[in-house]
Structure formats: structure tokens, C-alpha cells
């Protein structure tokens, strides 16, 4: 498939229809994460989707309203994918007694319940060795040297799809620097499979963790994300660098501001 075959259009039937999957698995990943499998209906279907795609899940929130979020799968074979999710529980931090709006309702519903679902573009769409950043506004695909991402807990998701893809492509050697911040090592998501792609793709692939809280035995980062260790674990950026973000808000306001002051070019960083 070549790029002038993808879709890259939002309103056609691929991203606007709604669907029905099933919910078939529920397994803890750590304190407050799970790996979600859905089903879909005909057991052989796939979302099918370009690197860097989400889906909406739809639900209910305490009121009974209905609520949409946005999820990435990290896996997906003929019939099923996978997500992780982190459930933002109720009654956990005192300024917020009711947790999330979504997450908490995916948490409890029976396995077997069928939910509703939707394809999303996305913000950026990766397909060999080609970008198109901010899909809804822009249909040109161009090419960048070397990837910047800087996540933060369950905002691994987008980047680690996104590194995948590249990492699979044989033809693509674009240079990628992941900075991946939890608040303690129970925290960190997919980190067997990063370790893995680090492993094959050693000239290709850098992942550097830092963590909020860490005991003496932690020999990664420590602290948030600052400019400085942006300095110590990137290289310079130019024309050629694109910069990915997707973390918690106050997260991604800072980052952005970070990218920017790093000397990324506005137009070539994405928040997911
Ligand atoms: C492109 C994209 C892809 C994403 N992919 C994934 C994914 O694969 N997996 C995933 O888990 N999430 C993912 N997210 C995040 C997801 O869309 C939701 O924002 C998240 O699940 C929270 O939804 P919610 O309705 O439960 O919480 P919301 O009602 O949206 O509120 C969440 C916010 O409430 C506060 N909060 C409430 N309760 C707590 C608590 N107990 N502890 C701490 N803070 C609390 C925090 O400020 C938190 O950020 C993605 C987001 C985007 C934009």
C-alpha cells in the first residue's frame, strides 16, 4: 500500500460510522491498569488502522450521561486488540472525589458487554517513512530525520504505536528518542516491549525513563521533565526533528513549552 492509498478522509464512512465490540478480557497490569480485549462481532475483523490512529470508546459516566474517550491499541490481530487502561478511580486524591468520567464505568462493567466504538484520524499519520502532521488540516506528507517523544504514564499508548511502526518498517531508519515519565516504577507501561524493540533496533531506538518518586536501586532519570534533561538526552534539534507529546494537561503544557524553547519548530510538534 502506497501513501495515496490511505485514508485521509474524516468523513468518510471508516472514520464517522460507530460499531458495536465486545469486551472478552480484563487483566490488571498494575495497581490501577488493565489490558482490555475487545472482540468484534464477525471474530475476524481489525480496526485496520495507520500508525498514528485511536479509536473512541463510549460509555457512561455516574450520571448515566453518555461519555467518549479517546484510546490506543497496542495490538490487534484478526478479530481482537488490545488496550491498556489506567481506571481513574473515585475517592483516591481528595480533589477529585468522583475520578474519572469513563474510566471508572469501564472498570466495573461485565466482561461480555458490548460497547460502541469509533476509528479516529488522529493528529498524525505515519505510513513509510512519511508523516502527515495534523491530518484534519493538512493532506501533505513529508519526512523527518529524527522523532522526539515525551510521554507521561498511559500517554505511552500513541508513542509506543508510533515506534513500532517505524521500527517495522525495514525501510525506515529515522532516528527516535523516547523520554517516558511515570511517578514510580510500579507505574511504567510496556516497558518488556520497549525493552525488546530497543534490543533489535539499537541503532534506531533510545528509551530513557524518569520517575517522580524512586528509591536508590533506580539507575534511570529522576524528576520532571526539564529542558535540561532534554539537553543531556537529545540531540540537536533542526528542520528535520519532529517532537511528539502525550501526557496528563499539566504535563503537556509544560512539554510543549519545552519543545519550543529546545528550538523545535512549532509546526513540527504534535500533541496526541
Ligand atoms: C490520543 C489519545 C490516546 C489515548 N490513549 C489512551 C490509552 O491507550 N490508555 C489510557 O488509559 N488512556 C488513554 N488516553 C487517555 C483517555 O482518553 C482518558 O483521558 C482517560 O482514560 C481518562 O478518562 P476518564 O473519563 O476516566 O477521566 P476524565 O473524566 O477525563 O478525568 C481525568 C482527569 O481527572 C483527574 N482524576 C480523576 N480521578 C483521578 C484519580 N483517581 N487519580 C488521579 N487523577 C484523577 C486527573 O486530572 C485526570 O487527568 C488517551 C488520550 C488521547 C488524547
Request: charged residues 25%; proline residues 4%; hydrophobic residues 35%.
Amino acid at each position: 500500500m502506497d501513501q495515496k492509498d490511505i485514508n485521509i478522509d474524516i468523513h468518510s464512512e471508516f472514520f464517522t460510522k460507530k460499531f458495536k465490540v465486545t469486551l472478552t478480557k480484563r487483566e490488571p497490569i498494575n495497581h490501577d491498569s488493565y489490558l482490555f480485549r475487545f472482540d468484534f462481532q464477525n471474530g475476524k475483523e481489525r480496526l485496520g488502522m495507520q500508525a498514528v490512529q485511536h479509536i473512541k470508546i463510549y460509555g457512561l459516566n455516574m450520571n448515566g450521561e453518555i461519555v467518549d474517550r479517546a484510546y490506543t491499541h497496542v495490538y490487534e490481530d484478526d478479530g481482537y486488540f488490545l488496550i491498556p487502561i489506567k481506571i481513574y478511580r473515585p475517592n483516591v486524591l481528595p480533589q477529585f472525589p468522583n475520578g474519572g468520567e469513563l474510566t471508572p464505568w469501564l472498570e466495573k462493567i461485565d466482561l461480555n458487554s458490548e460497547l460502541t466504538i469509533k476509528r479516529c484520524i488522529g493528529k498524525l499519520l505515519y505510513h513509510n517513512n512519511q508523516f502527515i502532521v495534523r491530518p484534519k488540516a493538512n493532506k501533505n506528507w513529508s519526512q523527518f530525520n529524527t522523532v522526539l517523544l515525551i510521554c507521561g504514564g498511559s500517554g505511552i499508548t500513541p508513542c509506543y504505536q508510533l515506534i513500532s511502526a517505524i521500527c517495522n518498517n525495514p525501510n525506515d531508519n529515522t532516528q527516535m528518542i523516547l523520554l517516558y515519565a511515570n511517578k514510580s516504577e510500579q507505574d511504567i507501561w510496556l516497558m518488556k516491549e520497549l525493552k525488546d524493540l530497543q534490543d533489535k533496533h539499537k541503532d534506531q531506538l533510545t528509551v530513557h525513563y524518569t520517575l517522580d518518586k524512586s528509591d536508590e536501586k533506580w539507575n534511570g532519570l529522576k524528576g520532571f521533565v526539564s529542558l535540561e534533561m532534554m539537553t543531556s538526552i537529545f540531540p540537536k534539534a533542526t528542520e528535520t526533528t519532529l517532537g511528539v507529546l502525550c501526557g496528563p494537561k499539566p504535563m503537556n503544557k509544560l512539554v510543549l513549552s519545552l519543545y519550543e524553547q529546545f528550538g523545535l519548530k512549532k509546526e513540527n510538534i504534535v500533541k496526541f
